[in-house]
């Protein structure tokens, strides 16, 4: 499995292990076997921080954010890296990003919309310097007007030279981001594939998701 500084969209059933290849990637479950790189550091054995500090950001299913922390709170907690001169995030050029998240700046995040929650789990993921976002399952949850409007941001940021692995049960929501897919099935990734000739692939959309034409 390869991603570079386009997006791939890494798709399966529930429970074929995609949020555990995510918790792997990040250092938060061993790897059984086989070795990860990022940009030519070996990730495997490193804990959490280390990879974060390496420029790969974590955007969990769940957002698990802190709701007792204001929007500002949880930008400051990620705000004061030894690197400032080198950094290419910054509060404010987050709340440019984001600018709902500049108006909320002062709120509690447990009282924050769920699109609002998202937009602030991918704010903090970028504070940590991110060249590459690992995002599981982005659009759960949220309302198609929202999600048309995350995937406008992601592919801002796409654009900007950000790679992202990106975890979708939405085929629709992952063929308007990615241009590559991946197939996981039973912790395996079984199929590599360009989102066109998966989405004209009707026995693959059955197979591997249960969707499609019967």
Known sequence: MVVGSEPVALLGRNDMGKTTLC??????????????????????????????????????QGRR????????????????SKNQSKRRWTVESIYELFPRLAERRKVSAGALSGGEQQMLAIAR??????????????????APSIVDHLLETLKRLSAEGIGMLVVEQKLS????????????VAGRIALETSTSAFLANEDAKRRYLGVGKS
């Open 23 to 60: 918790q792997s990637l990040m250092g938060l479950l061993p790897i059984a076997q086989g070795d990860v790189f990022f940009e030519g550091n070996k990730l495997t054995g490193h804990k959490p921080y280390q990879i974060a500090s390496l420029g790969i950001g974590y955007v969990p």
């Open 125 to 142: 993921a970028l504070l940590t310097n991110a060249r590459l976002l690992i995002m599981d399952e982005p659009s759960e949850g949220l």
């Open 65 to 80: 954010i802190f709701p007792s922390l204001s929007v500002h709170e949880h930008m400051l907690l990620l705000s004061g």
């Open 173 to 184: 929501v992952a063929a308007a981001l990615a241009n590559h897919m991946l197939i996981m």
